[in-house]
């Protein structure tokens, strides 16, 4: 079964950075590059929502438009791991971070319907707040 583990998480101030990790298993780097990955973050309460994605062959990406020039999303798939640095984090960036993979695309972007992914990590919490 594909698996991917998220890192990188933690207590930050507003304004701070982080980079997460999704990393797939050692038996999962063999397919890796055939998958779409997607960011989602949820705060209890309320939906799991999509903020970025990247193609298998990281030709495209896609972003929410609230993190639109704050968040960048890149992958190296030789290591098999896909990153998403934030920056200039705000409190509302509060929530548990879990990267997801996908073969669906649509119009030649992936998306970012929580639906749509298939394999899930287990997830990253990150706190905004001084």
């Known amino acids: 079964q594909f698996q991917l583990v998220e890192s990188g998480g933690g207590l930050v101030q507003p304004g701070g950075s982080l980079r997460l990790s999704c990393a797939a298993s050692?038996?999962?780097?063999?397919?890796?590059?055939?998958?779409?990955i997607g960011w989602f973050r949820q705060v209890p309460g309320k939906e799991r929502e999509g903020v970025s994605c990247i193609s298998s062959q990281a030709t495209k990406s896609n972003y929410e438009d609230s993190v639109k020039g704050r968040f960048t999303i890149s992958r190296d798939n030789p290591r098999g791991t896909v990153y998403l640095q934030i920056d200039n984090l705000k409190p509302e960036d509060t929530a548990d971070y879990y990267c997801a993979a996908s073969r669906r695309v649509r119009f030649g972007l992936c998306v970012l319907s929580a639906e749509d992914y298939r394999y899930w990590g287990q997830g990253t919490q990150v706190t905004v707040s001084s």
């Open positions: 050692e038996s999962s780097r063999s397919t890796f590059d055939s998958y779409v």
